[in-house]
């Protein structure tokens, strides 16, 4: 195994021992990739982590041996095709991270209420609605999010065949947490917590914990779709996002201020030093979140 990296082409080799050098390039923890189409090649290509045979020239038995078949001789489409794929599961564990976050989030804020105010401060309509429109208008949006320039870069597979890692999982339960703690913090601010106001107090501190926990997760989506910072990025690079959240966050507005609407939702009009408030608690989100991959990306 400590020879393998000194050479770069194996020529007339036998079957057996072309398994041999897969073999030992994955036991160096390595992800072996085998182009082929001969009928000796088929054990090597089986061996393999990922295999592609060409179809114009490849046996039958290579091709069943094979996990890509390519139409054509081709070869460069591989570079695109593994860009492609990579890409795919990378907006697919970005989607899966902001759910778990949504759902940290929303989970969160009825225990937090219960237990620092000793009832919900979040009806069950309202998050049904919300959990709505992020389910129908934003999470389906990261589909459509571009490669990032460096994804050929990294290794294929960081975290052991699973989707997403220890790293991505502590970014959802910290970005949960966070975004219910301010829904909290909303909550104790428009209920008057700190200069108690008997007759509207509970209804205004749903309202502002709704609109700290709604925008706060459309605000959440817009970060969590690249590992860049929000700025330095493209920002329209994924117009279908910006639209749906600009969409979602709309449909929230119109909850909170809609006069019949509101009613439905248990809701009172906010004042505007109260959406002042929402939209500081909005830039503190963003700066918690986005200076460390400010800091990564000045740094590097």
């Known amino acids: ?118 009832e919900n401060i979040l ?28 994804v050929m870069k990294h290794t294929a597979d960081r975290n052991n065949g699973q989707l997403i890692g220890f790293a991505e999982k502590y970014r959802a339960l910290l970005a949960g947490l966070w975004i219910s703690f301010q829904s909290v913090l909303g909550y104790a601010v428009g209920s008057g917590a700190f200069s108690l106001n008997e007759s509207t107090g509970r209804e205004r501190g749903m309202t502002m914990a709704f609109a700290v926990m709604g925008f706060g997760l459309v605000l959440h989506a817009l970060c969590t779709r690249s590992d860049k910072p929000f700025v330095p990025t493209v920002v329209v690079r994924n117009y279908r996002m910006l639209l749906s959240t600009l969409a979602a966050a709309g449909l929230m507005t119109v909850m909170i201020t809609a006069p019949y609407v509101s009613t439905l939702m248990g809701f009172v009009p906010l004042s505007g030093y109260e959406w002042c408030e929402i939209g500081v608690l909005m830039a503190v989100q963003m700066a918690v979140w986005e200076y460390p991959k400010l800091y990564a990306w000045v740094k590097f």
């Open 1 to 118: 195994m400590s020879v393998l990296p000194r050479y770069s082409v194996y020529a007339r080799i036998a079957p057996e021992d072309k398994v041999r050098v897969v073999r030992a390039w994955q036991k160096k923890g390595e992800t072996v990739f085998v182009t082929a189409g001969g009928m000796n090649d088929a054990a090597a290509l089986h061996a393999a982590d990922v295999s592609c045979s060409v179809e114009d020239t490849a046996t039958d038995v290579a091709t069943d041996a094979a996990d890509i078949s390519l139409s054509d001789g081709g070869f460069a489409r591989i570079l695109s095709l593994v860009r492609q794929g990579r890409s795919i599961r990378k907006n697919i564990a970005k989607m899966t991270e902001y759910s778990v976050a949504s759902s940290v989030a929303q989970t969160a804020v009825l225990l937090l209420g219960a237990a620092f105010f000793g």
């Open 123 to 150: 009806r069950l309509l309202p998050l049904v609605v919300l959990n709505l429109f992020l389910f129908v208008f934003v999470q389906p949006c990261f589909v459509h999010e571009p490669a990032e320039k460096d």
